[in-house]
């Protein structure tokens, strides 16, 4: 494994693990109501793009990290769209 691939790697671990103490917290008190509807659309719609991106330079670590970031993000998402 080589330097590139180890630096990428331990940035997508730690930004996709970013996103699990919050819907952690969303999960545990069926709200997100204090989180931003527009910093939610606009980070799922810029880790969407960061999965095409990844997609057309065939890098295997930006899409999954990606598509795990997104799938968590979505959770969130889901908490937020709940609250009236």
Do not use: H
Not at 51 to 74: E, F, M, P, Q, R
């Amino acid at each position: 494994m080589d330097i590139d691939m180890l630096i990428g790697g331990a940035a997508a671990l730690l930004t996709t693990a970013s996103n699990v103490p919050q819907l952690k917290k969303c999960w545990e008190t069926r709200s997100a109501g204090d989180l931003s509807l527009k910093m939610l659309l606009a980070l799922a719609s810029g880790v969407a793009l960061w999965i095409a991106y990844g997609g057309l330079k065939a890098d295997w670590v930006i899409v999954a990290a990606n598509t795990v970031s997104l799938a968590l993000v979505l959770g969130i998402l889901y908490f937020r769209l709940r609250e009236p």
